[in-house]
């Protein structure tokens, strides 16, 4: 019995590992319009999926239609940025300073804006379904049903 079970952990280990391996390589931040961003402060409807940005310096960005799907922007300075129907859903944006921001027709879903500053942000026809606010609340703005 013992043997058997040695043998199926040889054949499953590597297997997990694999699944594994490709499961998080498939999952990386693009790193050249990472880059792009940050060099030229405009990434229009590139992929930053799962992108680490905390903290980083955006103000008036140009990321109009980016996929910032699931991406870390916490406490990033975005002031005045246009983010006009860009994919934040699942981002993280607590504390972000989104002051002015342009965030018309974007996707916020599930999005964590606790802490963040909205004053003066245009939301207009934003989802906001089932993010965090700033206030602690959960918005329901968007969602069906």
Not at 51 to 59: E, I, K, N, Q, V
Not at 96 to 103: H, I, K, S, T, V
Request: charged share 15%; with cysteine; net charge neutral.
């Amino acid at each position: 019995m013992k043997q058997k079970l040695l043998a199926l952990a040889a054949i499953l280990l590597p297997l997990s590992l694999v699944s594994l391996s490709l499961t998080s390589s498939a999952r990386a931040e693009n790193s050249r319009h990472k880059q792009q961003l940050l060099n030229t402060n405009k990434c229009v409807n590139c992929d930053l999926v799962l992108t680490w940005l905390a903290s980083a310096d955006l103000r008036y960005a140009d990321l109009r239609g980016a996929n910032l799907t699931e991406g870390g922007l916490t406490v990033a300075d975005l002031r005045g940025a246009d983010l006009r129907g860009a994919n934040l859903q699942w981002a993280d944006l607590s504390g972000a300073d989104l002051r002015g921001a342009n965030l018309t027709g974007a996707n916020l879903s599930e999005a964590n804006l606790s802490g963040a500053l909205i004053e003066g942000a245009k939301l207009t026809g934003a989802n906001l379904c089932l993010a965090n606010m700033p206030d602690g609340s959960q918005s329901r703005q968007g969602c069906q049903n």
